[in-house]
Nanobody
């Protein structure tokens, strides 16, 4: 079993930055790709970013490319999402997810473990 705990969310003005963290426990962290998803009020959960087990590959949804960066520190059992140039449309609950496979993945059904989420609110 894997436990994921997100932190770092909050309220920020448009154009600002936040860094989300996701601390993993319960298995060897280095085994498995990780992802970030988000869900805005009244909308379905959507893919944001993913990173492979060794950190060598990462992918982003088009709306965050060039603004968000996903990274991981397997020694600290933590994955990060650096969010810059935030926009009001980035407002959502952000979820960290872990999968058993090593390759980065963009679909939520490919992930087996989920955190409880952290709220990100961007004011205009």
């Amino acid at each position: 079993q894997v436990q994921l705990v997100e932190s770092g969310g909050g309220l920020v003005q448009a154009g600002g930055s936040l860094r989300l963290s996701c601390a993993a426990s319960g298995r060897t962290f280095g085994s498995g790709a990780m992802g970030w998803f988000r869900q805005a009020p009244g909308k379905a959960r959507e893919f944001v970013a993913t990173i492979s087990e060794n950190g060598g590959s990462s992918y982003y949804t088009d709306s965050v490319k060039g603004r968000f960066t996903i990274s991981r520190d397997n020694g600290k059992n933590t994955v990060y999402l650096q969010m810059n140039s935030l926009k009001p449309e980035d407002t959502a609950v952000y979820y960290c997810a872990a999968r058993l496979g090593n390759t980065a993945a963009t679909m939520d059904e490919q992930y087996s473990y989920w955190g409880q989420g952290t709220q990100v609110t961007v004011s205009s």
